[in-house]
Structures are given as structure tokens and as C-alpha cells.
């Protein structure tokens, strides 16, 4: 099962933790090559280590998904049995002030990569989408997204990935495509590029910087620690119906104030500021976001009686674990905050 797996933006937050999980500590016995075209979000050093630890298990190419001749060289080159595909442009606000990125890599780019598996069919055993809550829209103060709820979104990010989906399960309507489709809540943990509310909190309040909360603050999003996710994704993968898309979410919504405040206070608790202020006082109440989604949260109620998985890491221990790792990794914040890792990018693939 799975001898040749083909990763999609596995230098990004998810792709990388879940290389970094298939690798080291699940029962995947196969290799992964990984393509990424390495933008903004991209960073070869969320895998360092990896592919001196696995040399005969893990490839990587510098490779834009919209490009069909290099994919197809991939497919050919590497006898791609397997897709895993993570390749997006991720962040909702990029998506307000710039939508044609979203458009390209998240419709066409996924429009592309369907046509190669679609060409090589016979060798294909399994196309996994990753996609998000946000294709349902909002919800109002009750109720939760199943995996019948109508798409409703509401970003250029959320519709982009909505299309996408619609794409993925129209090749297995159409051609039989084995394909299976997962629907995730907001992921924190390490590795998240600090555009985020999660790390962008933590760094701001650390530094004692202004804390940028958009509109009244009471917003609220189901977050699931991103090994969490990792675990869903493979289990899918492996036991999952083909042709079905499967909700995974933390059971763990929280309003972003909240939110805030639990990072201000454990940072407190870890080291005060020198002024001695409490870092709630950077809380700094800005212009909303528009069309901002007033509430996530996910019933996943079919992913755990059909394949019995369910989020492990409590949010209180997760939270912590990832304001840690921001604590213990401030080289490669740095090299993130400066563009640093770009040139670096540059310099090796140009
Ligand atoms: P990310 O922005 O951290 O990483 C995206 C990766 O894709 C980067 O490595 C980037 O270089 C790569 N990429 C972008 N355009 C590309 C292209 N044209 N060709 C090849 N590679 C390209 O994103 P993430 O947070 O890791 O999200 C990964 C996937 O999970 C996305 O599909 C996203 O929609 C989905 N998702 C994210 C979350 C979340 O909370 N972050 C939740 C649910 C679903
Ligand atoms: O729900 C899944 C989605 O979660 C993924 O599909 C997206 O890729 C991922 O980016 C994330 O989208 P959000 O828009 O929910 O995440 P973000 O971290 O940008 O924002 C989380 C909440 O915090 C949201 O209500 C907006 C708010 N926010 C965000 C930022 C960056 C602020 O109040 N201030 C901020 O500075």
C-alpha cells in the first residue's frame, strides 16, 4: 500500500508536520516525495533533519503544482502510486488583499494535479484533498458543520477551496477516481507561519508588542492541534471510503479574545515583561476583517464511529507545548521574520 507518495506543499505548516509524522512515527512504510514551489510559506527548514534521517524514504523538488509538465515528470519519474495534497495559499486576509494567488494554485493548480493523477489512473490507489471548515461559511451561536452541510463560503480563500473540493469529488464521480476528502478546523502547533493568530499572538505578546484583535473579539474557531490533524489525515488515508469526504475538528471552540488572553497569561506566568505591565493591556481592538466568519465548530462524529479517531492533545496542554516550541526556536523565527530563509530559498533553487 502506498510504496511512492506524492506530498503537495510539504514545506508548509501541515505538510511538514505530517512528512515529519509519517516518517518518524507512524506505520507508513513507503517514500514520500515532496513537492513545493516554496513561496512566502514555504520553508525547506520545517523538514531539516528529515532527509538525512530517511535518505532512500524522502525526495524533495522545488515545484509549482500549476505546472503540468514537471508534475508529470514526478508522476513519471517516481512512479506516483499515492497524492497527498496540501498545496494552497492559505491565509484568508492574503486571500482579501490579493485573490488571484488563491485562484491559480488552490482551483487550477488542484485542477491540474487531478488531470496528471487522471492520466496515470491505473497506478493510482488514492487522492487525498485537505480542505477546511471555512467552504460552510458561518455558523450562528448553535449548531455544528457536518458533512452534509451546504458550501457557503465566504472568503476567496473559503471559495477557492470550495471549487477545489468540488473538482476532486467530480474525478471520482466522473472518471472513478479513488479519492477521499477531509474538512479541518483551525490547526495551531509548531511550524505555523506567524501571518497566524496563533503565532502571531505569541510572538507580539512575548516581545510586548500590540495584540490586533479584528472587530468585538468574540469570533470563534474549533482549533485542533496539528498533529492531531496528522493522525486524521493518515487513518482517512488508509481506511477511509473512497468517493467520501470526512469533518475533523478539536471539540474545542473558543472565542479569540479568549484566546488572547490564555497567551497572555501564560507568557506571564513564564517570564513578565520588563515594565512588569500584564500583557492583556496589548490587547488592541482593530478594524474586523471583512466578511469575517463569526463561528466555526465541527462535528466529526463520522470519522469517530467510522474509524474510531479522535483528537489526543487536550488545548491546555497543546497551547502550551506550542508556546514553548515558539520560546525554544527563536532561530528560526528570526530567519522567518526577516525573509531570511527566502534568500536562502533563492540562493539553493534560484
Ligand atoms: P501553509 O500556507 O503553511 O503551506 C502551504 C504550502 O503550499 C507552502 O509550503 C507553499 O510553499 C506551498 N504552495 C503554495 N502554492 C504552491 C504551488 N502553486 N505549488 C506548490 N506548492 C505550493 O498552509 P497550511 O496551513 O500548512 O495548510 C495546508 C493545507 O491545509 C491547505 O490546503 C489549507 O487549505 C488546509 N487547511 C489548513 C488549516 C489551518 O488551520 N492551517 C486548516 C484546515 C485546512
Ligand atoms: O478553519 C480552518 C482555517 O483556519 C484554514 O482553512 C485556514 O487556512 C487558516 O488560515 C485558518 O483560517 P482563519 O482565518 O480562521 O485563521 P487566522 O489565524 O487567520 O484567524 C483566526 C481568527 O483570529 C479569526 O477569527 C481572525 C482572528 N484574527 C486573526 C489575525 C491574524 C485576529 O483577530 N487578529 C489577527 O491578527
Request: glycine content about 6%; proline content about 4%; overall charge negative.
Amino acid at each position: 500500500m502506498f510504496k511512492n507518495l506524492l506530498v503537495t506543499g510539504g514545506c508548509g505548516f501541515i505538510g511538514a508536520n505530517f512528512i515529519r509524522y509519517l516518517l518518524e512515527d507512524s506505520d507508513f512504510t513507503g517514500r514520500i516525495i515532496n513537492i513545493d514551489k516554496l513561496t512566502y510559506a514555504g520553508n525547506p527548514e520545517n523538514l531539516s533533519g528529515i532527509e538525512s534521517s530517511f535518505p532512500d524514504r524522502y525526495l524533495f523538488a522545488k515545484i509549482d503544482i500549476c505546472n503540468k509538465d514537471e508534475v508529470t515528470k514526478i508522476f513519471e519519474n517516481y512512479q506516483i502510486d499515492s497524492v497527498c495534497h496540501f498545496a494552497a495559499e492559505s491565509h484568508v486576509d492574503r486571500s482579501i488583499v490579493r485573490p488571484d494567488t488563491f485562484i491559480q494554485t488552490n482551483i487550477i493548480g488542484t485542477f491540474n494535479l487531478l488531470e496528471v493523477a487522471r492520466n496515470h489512473m491505473n497506478n493510482i490507489q488514492l487522492f487525498h484533498h485537505i480542505s477546511t471548515d471555512e467552504v460552510f461559511g458561518s455558523l450562528g451561536k448553535e449548531g455544528y458543520f457536518t458533512e452534509d452541510t451546504p458550501y457557503k463560503p465566504n472568503s476567496p480563500y473559503a471559495s477557492s477551496k470550495a471549487a477545489s473540493d468540488h473538482l476532486v469529488r467530480a474525478y471520482h464521480k466522473t472518471y472513478a477516481m479513488p479519492i477521499t476528502i477531509s474538512n479541518c478546523s483551525n490547526n495551531y502547533g509548531p511550524y505555523q507561519f506567524p501571518e497566524k493568530m496563533i503565532p502571531l499572538m505569541i510572538l507580539n505578546a512575548f516581545d510586548g508588542n500590540p495584540l490586533p484583535v479584528y472587530g468585538d473579539g468574540l469570533n470563534v474557531r474549533d482549533w485542533l492541534y496539528v498533529r492531531d490533524h496528522c493522525t486524521a489525515i493518515w487513518m482517512i488515508m488508509k481506511k477511509g471510503i473512497r468517493g467520501e469526504t470526512y469533518n475533523v475538528g478539536g471539540s474545542n471552540e473558543l472565542e479569540n479574545i479568549k484566546l488572547v488572553k490564555m497567551i497572555c497569561d501564560i507568557l506571564d506566568e513564564h517570564k513578565r515583561l520588563p515594565d512588569n505591565h500584564l500583557r492583556n493591556e496589548l490587547v488592541t481592538f482593530v478594524t474586523d476583517r471583512p466578511g469575517h466568519d463569526r463561528r466555526y465548530a465541527i462535528d466529526f462524529s463520522k470519522l469517530k464511529s467510522a474509524l474510531g479517531w479522535s483528537p489526543e492533545e487536550s488545548f491546555e496542554s497543546g497551547i502550551k507545548k506550542t508556546i514553548q516550541w515558539y520560546l525554544d526556536n527563536s532561530d528560526w523565527i528570526d530567519r522567518v521574520k526577516s525573509g531570511e530563509y527566502l534568500s536562502w530559498v533563492k540562493e539553493h533553487y534560484g
